[in-house]
């Protein structure tokens, strides 16, 4: 149609007949570009030149000039505290990561395919998902407050309850004991977001031809057959989404210790967020140093998003390769 | 023609409101705050007196550290711009950041004088001093000092105490608090702690140091805060103390129950933090009256509690007033005046402090007003059985020594007790560890700082 308006000699009977609507596109998705490139994309390339500059404090935001990679040296210099404190902070992270990744994952799995097996024909379907939900709509401050208080000493309901049925004497201190602290954590994590995972799994399965599961059940196939023959494989994109959005999201923790550990006990609960945090906004205010830190995780996360989907996309090439053959 | 006559109307209107702005000759303040504190104050008491005066009242709160980051924002930015505060108020927390950098201007600036301030007390005007110049840059309108409250009923039952001063004589330093201590617990057979935890001690004990965190950009970690690590080990290992932390669950319920004897508190934390918590269904709304009957019928500790100077005078929290020095550079003097009549209005002027203390029973900061009161026979607190807080709150706030306040108070105590008293107290380190720790952890966030 725009090649036709071209036209001089019929352009303006054509012009009036068909009126381009497309324009008013641009206007409803512009809000969220200038919020985007305002409050996103300008503070990403913003961080990336500060961490190159000496803007340590407020008075040299503004008023800072570039020192070249000293600050990511920091970071890399491993003999250094801010290094230690770095790359320890990043070990906490990962391993709290993996342990509310693998559950979550797993449990994730299990109820998706419970809950779309037309042989089992569960009950009360959508109010099992509704609770199961629940946690997620909860923010993760009131969340992390309430554990806190939940797993609190010598005074606490989890110690109180501990001591009345008699599985101990004494309180415990959950948040002196590293193992505790951080499966308190990992299980926040997990109990938060694995119904969310759920959901997206159960829409993953659900866009599989169902076609596939009645020759299946028509083949005899078991449960377990179906499940890890044909569905695990067909939601394999999905997996992978939620592989790389639980990493993006797992790495960048941040409101679960900060508010119910704040790193201790003797900063094994750290996260790589808490540790920017510090650098930036507690009392010193290095942002040359939290901006380093901050694009350093950014690479981090860039490079493991890029292996795990790099595993699991080259079976998928090779899978179509054999098919064409 | 409807129009026409409307927008004229608008205009005569506007027109109007500028020409009676104009007429006045006002001088407009811009006031940044944290709470609305100030501002209740200033429309009850400023504002009536000083109707030539305009205050815009800015508040930004301090969770996340939002305020100070405004501040810090408009300081670099354009700290002489019509946005930025003429005065601003500072909290304990980051009132030495704030009189000890260019910010804050030097009160002389604005004419007032040492004379002016001579009744301040001097904890609060040492807290509001540049360390490194002297230069005075904040005031308080109240004083912040600390004391020991201790439960009436459990120290005659077990310690044999029957007035404040016989209380006073067993805890006057740290050696008698511990055998105190110790006393309390076998008397109790364990029922009743000393105190909660070894943080509640703190913030009396770190007011015992010689020297501050930071002198001359050095760490330093004063000698007497190894005595408080045995204290501490003490409390903890031996069974001295309830072993929980402040603003827990543990520590609310040794102000209802008969499971703690003391609490270190300073003025506010006797109103607002103490008395609310003094029955299982009191709360902060509540009238002295409601509380009384609210503590008998369920069993609080309401009317039990007595007040002692303790081991240590110190200070704890407190809000100071400082002005921005690019403002007051750039000023008129009909508003340096202002500015300083703001200033001493609120902080130093006897006929507002002596309304406010009896109003709202705050403890003021200037001890004309202070003695004024205690002249008068006191404030008898029916919390206190009777006692007055008064007289041991201006003994208090004389004793305690401001000037081991720096900058980097706050984030210390933390990386202190999370670092080295908590770990060590409880003996999942040894010293050397502890303190390597806490030194490892300054390094990487003040890189500014020498650690030795």
Known sequence: MQKASADPAIAPKRKRKSISYDKYGYFFVAPFFIVFLVFQLYPIFFTFRTSLTDAAGWTKVLDNKIIGFDNFAKIFNFGSEISKFFWQSLG???????????PQIGMALILASWFTDSRMRLKFQGGFKVMIFMPNIITAATIGILFMSLFGYPIAPINTLMQQIGFSHSPFEFFRSTTAARGITSFIQWWMWYGNTMIIMIAGILGINTALFEAALVDGCSSRQTFWKITLPLIKPILLYNLVTSLVGGLTMFDIPHLMTQGNPNYTTNTVARFIYQQGFETPNNFNVASAASVVLFGIIVICSLILSAIMKDRDKVKSKGAKK | MKKVVSLLMVLMLLVGCVSFAAAEEE???NVWSFTNELEGMIEKYYAPSHPNVKINYTIYPTDGGEYTSKVDNIMAAAAASDEAPDIFTLEAAFVKKYVNSPVTADLAKVGITEEDVAAAIPVMKQIGTNTATGELKGLSWQATPGALMYRASLAEKYLGVKTPEEFQAKVADWDLFMETAAEVNEKSEGATKMVVGAGDIWNA????REQGWVV????????????????????EQDDLSNKGNAW?????????????????????GLHYTLKPNCGYTTNDKMNDAEMKAACEADGGTYGDWRMVAGPVGYSWGGTWIGANDAKVAAASDAKKAAIKDFIL???????????????????????AVVDK?????????????GQDHYTIFAEAANLANGSIMTDYDEKMNSLWSDHVTTPYSKGEVDLDTAIANFKAQVTAQFPELIVE
């Not at chain 2, 827990?248 to 506010?268: I, Q, V």
């Open chain 2, 27 to 29: 001088i407009v303040l």
């Open chain 2, 373 to 385: 009161i205690l002249a008068e026979g006191g404030t008898p607190n029916p919390f206190l059985g």
């Open chain 2, 345 to 367: 209005f609120f902080t130093m002027s006897e006929e507002f402090l002596y309304t406010y203390a009896k109003d709202s029973g705050d403890f003021v900061g200037s001890n």
């Open chain 2, 205 to 208: 004990f770190n007011f015992g």
């Open chain 2, 248 to 268: 827990t669950e543990a520590w609310f319920l040794g102000m209802k129950s008969d499971t703690t004897l003391c609490f270190f508190l300073p003025t506010w």
């Open chain 2, 216 to 235: 001359d950009g050095k760490l330093v970690i004063d000698p007497i805060l190894y005595d408080y690590l045995d204290l501490a080990v003490e409390l």
């Open chain 1, 92 to 102: 906490n992270t990962v391993i709290m990561w993996i342990f509310n990744f693998i």
